[in-house]
């Protein structure tokens, strides 16, 4: 992986150079001319003087798929509310691209960044069909003008059934989603976050309760999803992380702080990590 350069403000990308380019092509709003779509720096999270977040450096790069393992409490969800925007760090930086400072948006404004986020627990809209759920989260896509009773073009009918087929629901469609079993609502909300083109897509314990045969799916799905979005999953299924890691870089959180980051065979036979984390 390529270093990540510090954002900020001493970056000026001159017109018509390489690094600009790259930003055009990528970006779309959010300057990754660096290479990094996430950059979180010193990162402090304070509750009454416990620190879930203690210093915490982390950063992604643009089609990176990176995943966070750790014990509980390490801090991996307050660190998804901390780059959504849901806490607000006590102290330290947070950057979307080289130029949009996260702590200093509302969750609403980074959401229409370009963050999407899904939580544990599937919210579909159960009453509705596996398609309309998938069509109203393309029509709340800010980046798509369009309101919510105007008919779909071919090219967005032709977007949903690549969703479709994507999250294994083709042929499915016409069904309400409150009829899914919990892994098929989980891949629909997954569907409804890509509907919404996010530049980052944050996962927390996608494959928590799924079924053997869901959770292998969902590892073939994220792995047709590497390259084309830059992804941030936090799992305890080793197994799961396994496959999807493959050889890119796994971070360990361990007091809210990084205790040890590299592939995953490196963290595997990581002394401190199995300590703390894996030799349990
Ligand atoms: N709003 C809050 N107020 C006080 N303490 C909190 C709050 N949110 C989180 N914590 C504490 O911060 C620590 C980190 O919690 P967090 O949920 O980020 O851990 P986690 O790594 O996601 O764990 P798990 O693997 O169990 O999901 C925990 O000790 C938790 O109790
Ligand atoms: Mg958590």
Not at 53 to 63: A, E, H, R, T
Not at 167 to 186: D, T
Request: proline letters at 3%; a negative charge.
């Amino acid at each position: 992986m390529s270093e990540v350069l510090k954002p900020g403000h001493q970056y000026q990308a001159e017109p018509g150079d390489a690094a600009t380019a790259y930003g055009k092509v990528k970006g779309e709003g959010v300057d990754t001319s660096h290479g990094a779509i996430l950059y979180l720096e010193d990162i402090t999270v304070s509750f009454d003087g416990f620190r879930a977040l203690n210093k915490l450096n982390l950063d992604i790069s643009v089609g990176e798929l990176r995943c966070i393992i750790g014990p509980n409490g390490a801090g991996k969800t307050t660190m998804m509310d901390v780059i959504t925007g849901k806490t607000r760090p006590t102290s330290g930086s947070a950057w979307f691209g080289q130029t949009i400072d996260l702590t200093r948006m509302t969750e609403y404004d980074i959401a229409h960044a370009g963050i999407g986020r899904k939580f544990q627990r599937p919210t579909v809209f159960e009453q509705h069909s596996v398609f309309e759920n998938l069509e109203l989260a393309m029509k709340m896509n800010k980046r798509v003008r369009q309101t919510l009773f105007s008919r779909l073009s071919s090219e967005q009918k032709g977007k949903i059934d690549e969703i479709l087929k994507l999250i294994r629901l083709s042929g499915q469609e016409h069904r309400p989603a409150g009829l899914l079993s919990h892994g098929q609502k989980q891949w629909l909300e997954i569907g409804m976050l890509l509907m919404q083109e996010p530049q980052l897509l944050l996962l927390d314990e996608p494959v928590a309760g799924m079924s053997d045969a869901e959770t292998e799916r969902t590892a073939e799905l994220l792995n047709e999803l590497r390259g084309k979005h830059s992804i941030m999953v936090v799992e305890h299924d080793m197994a799961f992380v396994t496959e999807i890691a493959q050889q890119g870089r796994v971070t360990v959180l361990h007091e809210g702080s990084v205790l040890a980051q590299g592939t995953m065979q490196q963290v595997q036979s990581d002394e401190r990590v199995i300590e703390v984390y894996l030799g349990r």
